[in-house]
T-cell receptor, first 112, second 112 residues
């Protein structure tokens, strides 16, 4: 089982709140990713990182931001949550030069 | 534009039968393909991958077939078991990129 963790697993918050979704991996992977997934739908890449201090936006327009200060930690922040942000957020990591991504269990976010 | 799609949103098979899950892609530059399995409440889990220089690859009870001519990918599961019940995603990336395009999942239901 992959050593990648996400907290919280479930979160219900009101509109306008600032939230940070945590993601940590203990495998020393250089590459990390954030995906957004609606129920039963495909995953959409919203952010990725090649290593410390390296972050890039993915294909899906997102109002979130990420940081990569430490190799093992890749938090995602929503400055002002909206109902349209209601979704599942999946974090993943992979080794440099290896395509297989290890996914965390996800955070299911509901914005009321 | 790039797209990856699955033909059947839900597939029901009898326990012990073989399952075939199909996937189509549109980018002829795609050179790496992965199948993921996602169980309820969990993140996707790597099943098997294949590079564009191969037509077939086998794993334990699973086989992936790649037809580059028609841009079609399939996942075959032999002797399907109840534990195989999940949503299956195909994904691909093009050479020189780190971004994966995921398809809409196919839900596999195994009937006892």
């Amino acid at each position: 089982e992959a050593d990648i963790y996400q907290t919280p697993r479930y979160l219900v918050i009101g509109t306008g709140k600032k939230i940070t979704l945590e993601c940590s991996q203990t495998m020393g992977h250089d590459k990390m990713y954030w995906y957004q997934q609606d129920p039963g739908m495909e995953l959409h890449l919203i952010h990725y990182s090649y290593g410390v201090n390296s972050t890039e936006k993915g294909d899906l327009s997102s109002e979130s931001t990420v940081s990569r200060i430490r190799t093992e930690h890749f938090p995602l922040t929503l400055e002002s949550a909206r109902p349209s942000h209601t979704s599942q957020y999946l974090c993943a990591s992979s080794e440099w030069g290896i395509d297989e991504q290890y996914f965390g269990p996800g955070t299911r976010l509901t914005v009321t | 534009g790039e797209s990856v799609g699955l033909h059947l949103p839900t597939l029901s098979v009898q326990e012990g039968d073989n399952s075939i899950i199909n996937c189509a892609y549109s980018n002829s530059a795609s050179d790496y393909f992965i199948w993921y399995k996602q169980e309820s409440g969990k993140g996707p889990q790597f099943i098997i991958d294949i590079r564009s220089n191969m037509d077939k690859r086998q794993g334990q009870r699973v086989t992936v077939l790649l037809n580059k001519t028609v841009k079609h990918l399939s996942l075959q599961i032999a002797a399907t078991q109840p534990g195989d019940s999940a949503v299956y995603f195909c994904a691909h990336r093009a050479s020189g990129t780190y971004k994966y395009i995921f398809g809409t999942g196919t839900r596999l239901k195994v009937l006892a």
